[in-house]
């Protein structure tokens, strides 16, 4: 088993190397772009969620801010997408910012409730803005990215530039759960109070992480519209946001790669169970209960608990430690 | 945990990578539909009507010899997931054509894939956008908003009442036709004094109807999809609003009429010539093809036929004549689909032309009325 960060990291950015070449030609190239564009709000989420301890049922709200400001902008105003993806975010993250400081005050199911309603408004905006928006019929005409000669125009290249970023997030992520900010958040999920005696600024770490996920998914929206060309207010709902929290459950509370996991999971495993056609959403739901029901700390703890039992051939009165 | 995880994960992507089968010759079409989701009630008849006439044509022996093997697909709804899955059925089913998806954001969301990938794509989607400008590869069945509108415009201007109030949804059907019948309504000599619109889950629109009471208004227009158009057809009743109420096209279903009950009565809508398949003159072109679905998806669903099974049954029929006509290359398909003339489906008849890839005139709407909780013609 590798313990060490460093070659954890590097395994993954392996895997992630190879899946190209495994998928040569096929169409699960393209879903493994959203995986990775899920991958990166995942993680945002997570760092909030799982490290911090502070629910948001609103992150599909700025995920698509970004997609709309970068749509909006390169679309319509023609204006140049690299230094829009970067303005987006940086305004995305202030905007966290300012609206965290009277959000974050608030613990639990009111914290869920006002990042819910803060959902809510920006996707009734992105809908009755019609002129700048295109409002619920969508906006078309987003172009690709370009570097230098390159053009992201198609799912292989789109599905480097999309993880690159992705591993840089991860590599961010991994470095800043690991660092004193990361113990701090950790303080701060389980006591506050403790976490505020022992000298930690609670109140702005808050924020502080609350706009560096804002900034992520911000991040992630920027890219979706420009893979996808096409941006609706239906992909950035509450449904959306119920989805993120759902990835980040199911891969595991307060660990990177678990976020990975869980996005990989969500974004792939209706394309395999299509063949059950009117019943995969049943199957689905039943699945997402067992997992949850067995594996209450995650994938990423859960599935080497099994294999480890699995290896030891279930020897009887021997437990795992789950 | 590390590497040992990651390495099972990478088996699981080996195994599933090698998943591509090989059969008899066969015609593949794509179908790309919202069977679940908000938009259900258009995927569902839609993949319905598919199925049976794909089966129909096959037990008659397929296409020139050829069975057509229709792959479905239900998207959700999701333009994510329509993207993903047209990526699917172009580089993993290769099929020759595809029809859907079922709304206009799913439509616009993977039109870049089949013009960049050379397949053609028959929309069941309403939206003006998507075949508007003409796209090399993209057609669309269900009938243009603007062709509704202008049934009503005329009967308004024909009736002389050229005043009017537009109440309408606030989602993609909506917004639609509130920019047609503002844009049109110049045309026609009518003034569009009242505009308001509400919101898709709303319970009740009292407050906008008593707006609308208060202005010069001589007849209302509500332009939405079930439900919202009853709750104002009850509101308005209950306001004791005298003017005539119009609706879309959009309600054209008995559902519409349950919902709204008595106070269904006397509204006229622009409809398609489903619903009054049976009260048509023998001499309509479309009789034949739509006595013929009505019949055929009653038997095979226990359900009335509506709009949204109609626009899949148009896209298999015109699918079927192209091949017909030419081969069943995609480029064939599109070249004898542009050359599609007087084509008598259940949306009305088509003719498409390199300019028009929407096919439809005027005529492919009648305005009907509610009466005794039934549909009658308006002359």
Known sequence: MIKHPLCKYTAFVALILIIPFVLKGSYLINVMVFVGINTMLAIALNLLLGYAGQISLGHAAFFGLGAYLSGVLTATHGMNPWLVMVAAAVGVGLLAFVIGFPILRLKGHYLAMATLGFGIIVYIVFNETVDITGGPSGLSGIPNLKLGPVAFDSDLKNYYLVWIVTLLVVLLAVNLADSRIGRSLRAIHDSEVAARVMGVNARLLKVQIFALSAVISSLAGSLYAHTMAFVAPASFGFNFSVELLTMVVIGGLGSIYGSFLGALLLTLLPEFLRFLHDYDIVFYGLLLMVMIMFMPGGLVRGIPALLRRMMTGRKKGETVDA | ?379
């Open chain 2, 1 to 379: 945990m590390g590497h040992r995880l990651l390495s099972y994960l990478l088996a699981a992507v080996f195994m599933l990578s090698g998943a591509s089968a090989f059969a008899a010759p066969t015609i593949k079409i794509g179908a790309l539909f919202s069977v679940t989701g908000p938009a259900a009630f258009l995927g569902e008849p839609e993949r319905n009507t598919a199925v049976m006439v794909v089966d129909q044509i096959n037990k008659a022996g397929g296409i020139k010899g050829k069975k057509i093997e229709l792959i479905v697909y239900d998207t959700n709804g999701d333009a994510t997931k329509a993207k993903q899955l047209v990526n699917k059925l172009i580089k993993n089913d290769k099929v020759s054509a595809i029809i859907g998806p079922s709304t206009t954001g799913e439509s616009m969301a993977i039109i870049n894939d089949v013009e960049k990938a050379g397949v053609p794509l028959i929309s069941c989607a309403a939206g003006i956008k998507i075949t508007e400008p003409v796209k090399k590869w993209v057609f669309k069945t269900a009938q243009n908003d603007s062709l509704a509108v202008a049934r009503i415009y005329e009967y308004l201007q024909k009736n002389r009442l050229n005043k009017v109030a537009i109440l309408t949804v606030s989602d993609g059907f909506g917004q639609s036709g509130r920019e047609q019948l503002k844009a049109q309504a110049k045309k026609y000599g009518i003034s569009v004094v009242s505009d308001d619109t509400y919101g898709p889950k709303d319970t009740d629109m009292s407050p906008q109807l008593t707006k609308i009471r208060g202005s010069k208004a001589q007849a209302l227009i509500c332009w939405g999809t079930n439900p919202g158009p009853a709750v104002v057809a009850k509101n308005a009743r209950q306001l004791g609003l005298k003017m005539p109420v119009f609706m879309s096209h959009g309600v054209s279903s008995k559902k519409f009429i349950q919902l709204a009950g008595d106070a269904a009565e006397g509204l006229k809508l622009p409809s398609g010539k489903v619903i009054v398949a049976d009260l048509l003159p023998a001499s309509d072109p479309q009789k034949k093809s739509l006595m013929a679905f009505v019949n055929d998806y009653k038997k095979h669903y226990r359900a009335e036929g509506d709009h949204f099974g109609g626009h899949a049954w148009d896209a298999v029929m015109l699918l079927k004549g192209a091949i017909e006509r030419g081969g069943d290359t995609p480029a064939a398909i599109r070249d004898q689909l542009e050359k599609t003339r007087q084509f008598h489906g259940i949306g009305g008849t088509f003719t498409f032309t390199s300019q028009d890839h929407a096919g439809l005139g005027k005529d492919a709407f009648v305005l009907v009325e509610v009466k005794n909780k039934d549909w009658v013609i308006v002359k």
